[in-house]
């Protein structure tokens, strides 16, 4: 029996995926996610085989949960669905330890590369998510002109002249 964690934010997806694992008699969905962080707690309260995740989810993208199975060491297997062919997920996920590559999309993930450090794409997710400068710093632990700092630092990086357009150029790349 294969067991499979199931995440992905949008319900009617969810639901449908877990629908469709059930129907093979050789495997057991023993649970669904809605965010990130809640994909973590099951898989390690239920240790599966395997972790199904969306990339982009709230509080934590699957490419984060990925990283994250990984860095603890657990046998959990992570595949990552998605709609979104950006290279930058692609290296991103890779990174997490993956191995099956669309040849199209690994192409791409080759021409540009991230310039985000992690700090960076926190807070610009944070506040892409219409968060307050003074909430970023209290949910980080850090003060509101380090976050400003990031901030500037990303929009910076980007060639964005502001956060709205740097959030949106990151997302386009697969680096947020």
Same mark, same amino acid.
């Given at each position: 029996?294969?067991? *499979?964690?199931? !995440?992905? #934010?949008?319900?009617? *997806?969810?639901?449908?995926?877990?629908? &469709?694992? #059930?129907?093979?008699?050789?495997?057991?969905?023993?649970?669904?996610?809605?965010?990130?962080?809640?994909?973590?707690?099951? *898989?390690?309260?239920?240790? +599966? #085989?395997?972790?199904?995740?969306?990339?982009? =989810? +709230?509080? =934590?993208?699957?490419?984060?949960?990925?990283?994250? *199975?990984? $860095?603890?060491?657990?046998?959990?297997?992570?595949?990552?669905?998605?709609?979104?062919?950006?290279?930058?997920?692609?290296?991103?996920? &890779? %990174?997490?330890?993956?191995?099956?590559?669309? @040849?199209?999309?690994?192409?791409?993930? /080759?021409?540009?590369?991230?310039?985000?450090?992690?700090?960076?794409?926190?807070?610009?997710?944070?506040? !892409?998510?219409?968060?307050?400068?003074?909430?970023?710093?209290? @949910?980080?632990?850090?003060?509101?002109?380090?976050?400003?700092?990031?901030?500037? %630092?990303?929009? @910076? $990086?980007?060639?964005? @002249?502001?956060?709205?357009?740097?959030?949106?150029? !990151?997302?386009?790349?697969? /680096?947020?």
């Amino acid at each position: 029996m294969i067991r *499979v964690v199931v !995440a992905e #934010d949008q319900s009617m *997806v969810l639901g449908a995926l877990a629908a &469709l694992l #059930d129907i093979e008699p050789e495997i057991e969905v023993v649970g669904q996610a809605r965010d990130g962080r809640e994909a973590l707690e099951l *898989v390690e309260q239920h240790r +599966p #085989d395997v972790l199904l995740t969306d990339i982009e =989810m +709230p509080l =934590m993208t699957g490419l984060e949960v990925a990283a994250e *199975v990984a $860095k603890r060491r657990l046998a959990t297997r992570v595949i990552i669905l998605t709609t979104f062919a950006r290279g930058g997920y692609l290296r991103r996920a &890779l %990174d997490a330890g993956g191995r099956a590559i669309d @040849s199209e999309l690994a192409r791409e993930a /080759w021409t540009e590369r991230d310039p985000l450090n992690d700090r960076e794409r926190q807070v610009l997710r944070m506040a !892409a998510e219409g968060t307050a400068t003074a909430s970023i710093a209290a @949910s980080l632990g850090l003060s509101e002109g380090t976050v400003r700092n990031y901030l500037s %630092d990303a929009i @910076s $990086k980007l060639g964005a @002249s502001n956060r709205v357009e740097a959030a949106r150029t !990151a997302r386009e790349k697969g /680096w947020l």
